[in-house]
């Protein structure tokens, strides 16, 4: 299957809900990771280093951010004459409210770019989802096992989203049935929402959800059609995490900490591309200190830093000490300040001498702008 006949589709508000304050006031595309990237760029690199050319990006509420991430596409080479990048905003002669969550009405409202698209396959993904995917092997396994749909997944513990597929397959990888928010501690199956369908294959079937009224992508268009279509599960090897909440927000970026972590996400062969902002080299003052820690460029750090993502902008002043955190762009934390397991989104501040300390389990988060 050549990549230029795939027209990848990225759900940009994919479970906005369960990190509350963090996606108040931005879709889950455009929650900032790792420092210096936001959650999109994985989806995003995901396409293009494997040879799509056409993508669109659904987009609902709060996009406004995302927009400016994104721009036209060109750190990700989509800025073309031909296909290229396109925003899908919630435009819609309905005028109802989109819930983030519902994939048939958001497929359908979007179904003359489909439907007008010359690639032959659509290529469906969250922007909850981090890893570092060869899709090209993807779209081999398709084509080999002559699939309807293949749904790319990984094994472990399921996501806590509500709608998550749990998978049961046979010794071919065909799926021998699809399980809905399956209530277990056990390690399961489970689909990580990459899902690859022949677009008349789409089209027919948002057609029939239109027309019975089908409100589930998950059940009523992949469930009970297990028997009907050849539909096969795709193993992802490679580390991976669905976002499901701040927790695992959290845990995801302390992961990076990791070197085996980092090499898996960001391979030389397949670089993970976000938008370039230049800046100054990190400053170090005098009797600064800094132990197992991603500060990107642009910093001011005369405290201490200790196994915490600090991304670009962010100042730490003397004497402050900052561990197991999460500090994003342009945020200031003041003389003598204490953080422990906290989340600081843009431009916030600490002023001096105040102390923040959350846990490992339940990070603190500092909300966007807010003064402390």
Sequence with gaps: ??????????YSNSYDASLGALTARRTMGSVPFGGRYRLIDFALSNFVNCGITKVGVIANSNFHSLMDHVGSGRPWDLSRKVDGLYMLPPFTPRQTELDANDRIEALNRIMDFISHSKQEYVLLVDSNVICNIDLSKLFNFHEEKNADITIAYANGKAPKLGRTMALSLDENDKLTGVGIDVK???DVNYSANIILIRKALLERLIGDAESYAYTSFEKDLIQKNVSHLNIYGYK?????CTIDSVETYFNANMALLEKATRKSLFSA?????TKVRNDM???YGIGSKCENSLIADGCQIEGTVKNSIIFRGVRVAKGAVVENSILM??????EDAKLNCVIMDKNTVITPKKTLSGDKSYPLFVGKEIVI
């Design 236 to 240: 992802i090897n490679d580390w991976n």
């Design 281 to 283: 080299p990190v400053v």
């Design 1 to 10: 299957m050549m990549p230029k006949n795939v027209l990848g589709i990225i």
């Design 269 to 273: 062969e397949r670089p993970v591309y």
């Design 329 to 334: 762009q342009d945020a200031f934390v003041g």
């Design 184 to 186: 277990t501690d056990s």
